[in-house]
């Protein structure tokens, strides 16, 4: 069966420092990932998408990235974390072009 | 992909049927509805999509009109666990999934 984990699942983190979140997938090939980004109190805002290795489109300019370095592997990075990076981030995957959504656990970042 | 509205938040009494709505006016002829729930802290989980068909499955009922404007989500006998957020989404294969503010739904004992 198909598993996503990403960690850590807690972050606390001054304004100003790096970040990375990661996500791996287990039991699915080539499997489109997702960014999504919670803000306390808001709805899921889709940040990046993958479909394949180095392949990443971005939904809202801001000062994260991410990167796709195996199939199964997607990071959210940032160089220098702002207030307003704090939220919850929910790493997913889905069968190429088919089919749900299927979250992970979730990143709770805190940024101060 | 078709925009949906929902109702910010719903009550239902313990062990009655839940019925959530969702409008979809603008739904083209071949995007799907999924259904998801999101519990307090935790990633949102898929519960049931569908075309055109009615479809059932071991969480819920899911009724499309016969227009496809429109859809309700049923939990026959809700429990205190179904208090959540709940998400109606219209998307066309290969697109990408768009949250928008949900259902929040309080099952009340």
């Known amino acids: 069966s198909q598993t996503i984990h990403q960690w850590p699942a807690t972050l606390v983190q001054p304004v100003g420092s790096p970040l990375s979140l990661e996500c791996t997938v287990e039991g699915t090939s080539n499997p489109n990932l997702y960014w999504y980004r919670q803000a306390a109190g808001r709805g899921l805002q889709l940040l990046f998408y993958?479909?394949?290795?180095?392949?990443i489109s971005s939904e809202v300019p801001q000062n994260l990235s991410a990167s796709r370095p195996q199939d199964r592997q997607f990071i959210l990075s940032s160089k220098k974390l702002l207030l307003s990076d704090s939220g919850f981030y929910l790493c997913?995957?889905?069968?190429?072009?088919?089919?749900?959504?299927?979250f992970g656990e979730g990143s709770r970042l805190t940024v101060l | 992909d078709a925009k949906t509205t929902q109702p910010p938040s719903m009550d239902c009494a313990e062990g009655r049927a839940a019925n959530l709505p969702c409008n979809h006016s603008t739904i083209s002829g071949n995007e799907y509805v999924y259904w998801y729930r999101q519990i307090h802290s935790q990633g949102p989980q898929y519960i049931i999509h569908g075309l055109k068909n009615n479809e059932t499955n071991e969480m819920a009922s899911l009724i499309i009109t016969e227009d496809r404007k429109s859809s309700t989500l049923i939990l026959p006998h809700a429990t205190l666990r179904d208090t959540a957020v709940y998400y109606c989404i219209v998307i066309s294969t290969g697109n990408q999934f768009y949250f928008g503010t949900g259902t929040s739904l309080t099952v009340i004992p």
């Open positions: 997913a995957w889905r069968r190429q072009n088919t089919g749900e959504l299927f």
């Open positions: 993958s479909v394949g290795i180095g392949q």
